[in-house]
Every structure is written in structure tokens, then in C-alpha cells.
């Protein structure tokens, strides 16, 4: 029902209420669950998606397909948002959150048919989210060796255009995170990702260091230091311009000279103050001066300018050096260390590699590949590869994929429900048919029979194969911890957790108020004339 009339707001405001208001919120979340249904698991289609300014993007990533969608709907947008915050927590996972929300409001929809209030189908569904991430806790598997680690990459990688090379990538990824792991704790913005297109995805190398694009500032550089005793600076090597009008008065030819001899003296003297620390590379964050470039390779001094911020902490971390503010501070004990420094032209672009460091605490990654579409899905699987590894180094446990722990966890919430009075019981039951939708899915996307799968499934949860799930590399059914199909236990929490809060709230709105702007109100009048 759609009411304007009652006077108290604005002619501008539209407001939908009651049932109406349900109705249409879980048709805008049922519709956004559909859109990335036919991605999930190694099976599934991708998506193309052009922009407004016709730039493609090729995918299946969840959160990718929905932030690159604009979508405007109120409730759609809460959808995007789980989206959002499952690629922010766990890096994977986004589209399993996505399609869990939008079942679980089409089950909910089937229950407001049947006059279950609102209300009962919400309190139901927060006790089989609690029950769930219990059960999950339970079932779960802890990280035992190194070889797990590499199974999840692969299955977090599997169906995202890096499928012939999972291997060699998730070798890749866990050396990357073994580097920088700090015990249980891992930082991702220690792990740079640098794209190349021209080589082949297998050709993607792990650097000990850092890989910047960037060139020497002066061709008479060296192009290539051993041993190189680093100095991170993040002040400009300029004569600095004055911060307020300033007027100089000269007369004379030889007072011009001085001036201008001034100012290469005190550039020079800038210069010997860094040579007289040892350092042979020079990263700087702000600009270099003409005058001061000479004299650097006029020592032989490799130096980069107008490095990120970010890189230049990376660069601290990966060479133990520390950057410095101040050039009256600067000494021997302040540089940083690396085997190799650099400059290296590939795909038309130059790279300055930092390699071959002691420990390094922040890495790079250079994957690389024939197309620029191809290197950009590469860089998302590897994200959701980084993100999966992580959680499960965190956490130290798994649970096994391919549907198995989503048919466990329907199996158990079943049984709770049965302990539970009144039509609560119903929406229990409703969250445990929504979790089957994820196995479904997957055979579904794979070609199977979804019927004949989820039933076959069943039986054998039933008869206690608790990690029985779809193998759709053999397209069976099987052990898949065995298989080595196993994926982080914080991924699938977060999953229920978002999803389940997610439907809730859109469960409990029954009055949408919508406020057009003038401009919109504008249009909608000259369309009515």
C-alpha cells in the first residue's frame, strides 16, 4: 500500500507500508541473490560488466559484481553492504552471504504466507544463527601442517580464472604469508600485489622485498646495485620555497652568480650529508632537484623519488631500515639493507626490485598474465586466497567445503529445532533449508541433478559421513577433507552471521519512506504534464 495523502509529510515523500513494504524489500534482496547465484563454486559463469565510461570488467567475484552494479534500491543495498563487510573481514565468501540472505528472506516469505508474524520468524532465525556458529565451533578441524594451508588457497582460487595455475599461486600466497606472519597475526597490507600483463599467469613470482613502479631518477644511475645499503627519506631534496612572498633584490651580474651557486652549494651539501652515512640507495617521498640527481649519480647513488607513503613503510619493513624526517638526523644506523636493487622494463612500464632481504616483513607478489582482464581476476582470486589463509591462521580451523558443512549444519539445526515450542520451530527449520540452498547451488551451476545431490547428501549425514560433500572436479560425493576441499571456519561464520543479521532486519521493516529530491520532483511533473 502506497500512501501520500494523509498531509503530515512532504508531496516529495512516498511511502510504502505494511505487507506491501515486506513484499518488495525481499523481491529487491531475492533479486540481488540471484544475480551472483550462477557464480558460486569452481563451476560457475562469470559476469561482464561495463561501466558508464564502457570499461569492461570480467568476474565472479561477488562483492565485485555488486559494488560495479550501482545499485539503488534501499533493501538491495543492505545486501551489497554484506557483502562488503565479508570481503573486509574474511577477503572470501561474499557471494555464499549474499545467496544465504536472499533465501533465507524467500523462506521467510513462505512463512508471513502462512501468518507467522514477523516478529517469531525473526527471534527463530537469531537462535538458529547463535545454534549455527556452535555448531560450526564443533564440527570445525584444526590446522594441523602446511599442506592444508595450501588446499584452501586452492579452493578459495577455484573457478576464478586462475584454475591451471592454483597450485603454483597458492604455493605463492602461503610463502607470502608465512613471511610476514608474526605468530597468529598477519597484516595483508604487508603483502604488496604488482600487476604485469604480457607473461603467462605460471610466470607470477614471490619477491623478498618490494617491487615498486618506479624508475631512477637519472639515467647516469646505476641501473643495478649489489649489496645496497638503503636510506628512506620522506622530506624533498629541493631548496625549499619560501612560505610567504619574498623579494630579492640583485644588482649585479656577479650577485645573480652567487645566488645561483648558493643554492647548488647547499643542494650539494644535502648530498654529502647522505653520502657520508654509507647509503648507495635512496628512496625518497617527496621530489629531487635536478642539481642534486647530478651529484647523486655523480657518486654512483641509485634513488627513486615520489614514492607512496605506504610503499615507503613497506620499505622499512621489508629492509629493516627507518625513514627518516629530517635531514640533520640522518646516520649509518638508520639504513636499511638489501642484496639487489634494480630497475627492470616489463609490459612498457619500469620496476625497481628490492630483493634478496634478510627476513623481510612485507613482501610483493607480481602476478602477471596474457590480458589486463585476466591479471585483474587473477589479483581478485589471490585476495580471496590471501583473506582465506589468514582467517585460518587466526582462527587455526577449518571446516570442509563443497556443501558438506552447510548440509552438517541443516542437519543439526533440524534437530534443534525439534526442542523448541510454537512456530518459532518453523523459522529454525526455514534457516536449515536455506543453509541446503549453498549445495544446491553448487550442483545446480555444475550441471547435476540438485534434487538427486541434496538428497544424497542427506542420507549420508544422516548415517554420520559429517564431511561428506560435492567434489565437482570428479562431480561426486565424497569425504572433502580428504579431497582437500576445506575452507577457514571464520569464512563460513561470518557468512551465517551477516546473512542471518542482514534478513533480520529487513524482516522487521514494515514502512519505507522515501524522499525525492526537488530536481525528481521536477520530472515526475513534466511527465505528468
Do not use: W
Not at 647509503?279 to 627513486?304: P, S
Not at 613482501?363 to 585460518?392: C, P, S, W, Y
Amino acid at each position: 500500500m502506497v500512501d501520500s495523502s494523509t498531509g503530515i509529510s512532504s508531496e516529495r515523500v512516498s511511502r510504502t507500508i505494511g505487507r506491501e513494504a515486506q513484499k518488495n524489500n525481499i523481491l529487491a534482496a531475492k533479486i540481488v541473490a540471484d544475480i551472483v547465484k550462477t557464480t558460486l563454486g569452481p563451476k560457475g559463469m562469470d559476469k561482464m560488466l561495463v561501466d558508464s565510461e564502457g570499461n569492461i570488467t570480467v568476474t565472479n567475484d561477488g562483492v565485485t559484481i555488486l559494488e560495479e552494479m550501482e545499485i539503488e534500491h534501499p533493501a538491495a543495498k543492505m545486501m551489497v553492504e554484506i557483502a562488503r563487510t565479508q570481503e573486509k573481514e574474511v577477503g572470501d565468501g561474499t557471494t555464499t552471504a549474499a545467496l544465504l540472505a536472499g533465501t533465507l528472506l524467500e523462506k521467510a516469505e513462505g512463512l508471513l504466507e502462512k501468518k507467522v508474524h514477523p516478529t517469531l520468524i525473526v527471534e527463530g532465525y537469531r537462535l538458529a544463527s547463535e545454534k549455527a556458529e556452535k555448531i560450526l565451533e564443533d564440527i570445525s578441524i584444526n590446522v594441523d601442517n602446511r599442506s592444508v594451508l595450501n588446499h584452501i588457497v586452492m579452493t578459495a582460487m577455484t573457478g576464478k580464472g586462475a584454475e591451471g595455475n592454483k597450485e603454483r599461486l597458492a604455493q605463492l600466497v602461503v610463502e607470502a604469508v608465512d613471511q610476514v606472519a608474526d605468530g597468529n597475526n598477519v597484516n595483508l597490507n604487508d603483502i604488496k600485489m604488482e600487476k604485469v600483463v604480457g607473461d603467462s599467469v605460471r610466470d607470477s613470482e614471490l619477491v623478498q622485498g618490494m617491487v615498486l613502479q618506479k624508475s631512477r631518477v637519472n639515467k647516469e644511475m646505476p641501473p643495478k646495485v649489489e649489496n645496497a645499503r638503503v636510506l628512506l627519506v620522506d622530506f624533498p631534496l629541493e631548496i625549499r620555497s619560501p612560505e610567504m612572498e619574498t623579494k630579492i633584490s640583485i644588482s649585479t651580474p656577479e650577485q645573480l652568480e652567487a645566488f645561483i651557486q648558493a643554492e647548488e652549494v647547499h643542494l650539494k651539501e644535502m648530498v654529502d650529508k647522505i653520502t657520508g652515512t654509507d647509503a648507495n640507495v635512496v628512496f625518497c617521498q617527496k621530489g629531487i632537484d635536478d642539481v642534486a640527481q647530478y651529484y647523486l649519480a655523480k657518486k654512483g647513488i641509485f634513488a627513486c623519488r615520489r614514492v607512496a607513503k605506504s610503499d615507503m613503510e613497506k620499505l622499512a619493513r621489508a629492509t629493516s631500515g627507518k625513514v627518516v624526517s629530517n635531514l640533520h638526523d640522518i646516520s649509518g644506523d638508520q639504513l636499511g639493507k638489501a642484496g639487489e636493487i634494480e630497475e627492470v622494463s616489463k609490459g612498457g612500464e619500469s620496476f625497481v626490485y628490492v630483493r634478496r632481504c634478510d627476513n623481510p616483513k612485507a613482501v610483493t607478489l607480481i602476478l602477471k598474465g596474457g590480458t589486463q582482464h585476466l591479471v585483474e581476476e587473477i589479483e581478485r582470486a589471490v585476495k580471496d586466497g590471501l583473506g582465506d589463509v589468514v582467517a585460518a591462521v587466526r582462527s587455526g580451523k577449518i571446516v570442509p567445503g563443497g556443501g558438506a558443512v552447510e548440509m552438517e549444519l541443516a542437519r543439526r539445526l533440524r534437530h534443534f529445532a525439534r526442542s523448541i515450542g510454537g512456530k518459532m520451530q518453523l523459522a529454525v527449520e526455514e534457516f536449515a533449508n536455506a543453509l541446503e540452498s549453498i549445495p544446491e547451488t553448487l550442483a545446480e551451476n555444475a550441471g547435476l541433478d540438485p534434487i538427486e545431490i541434496l538428497t544424497e547428501l542427506r542420507r549420508r549425514h544422516e548415517a554420520g559421513a559429517v564431511r561428506d560433500g560435492l567434489n565437482l572436479f570428479k562431480n561426486t560425493i565424497e569425504d572433502a577433507y580428504q579431497a582437500g576441499i576445506v575452507e577457514p571456519v571464520k569464512v563460513k561464520q561470518q557468512a551465517v552471521s551477516s546473512a542471518g543479521e542482514v534478513a533480520m532486519m529487513i524482516l522487521r521493516i514494515d514502512d519505507v519512506l522515501i524522499s525525492k529530491g526537488k530536481g525528481e520532483e521536477k520530472k515526475v511533473r513534466e511527465m505528468i504534464d
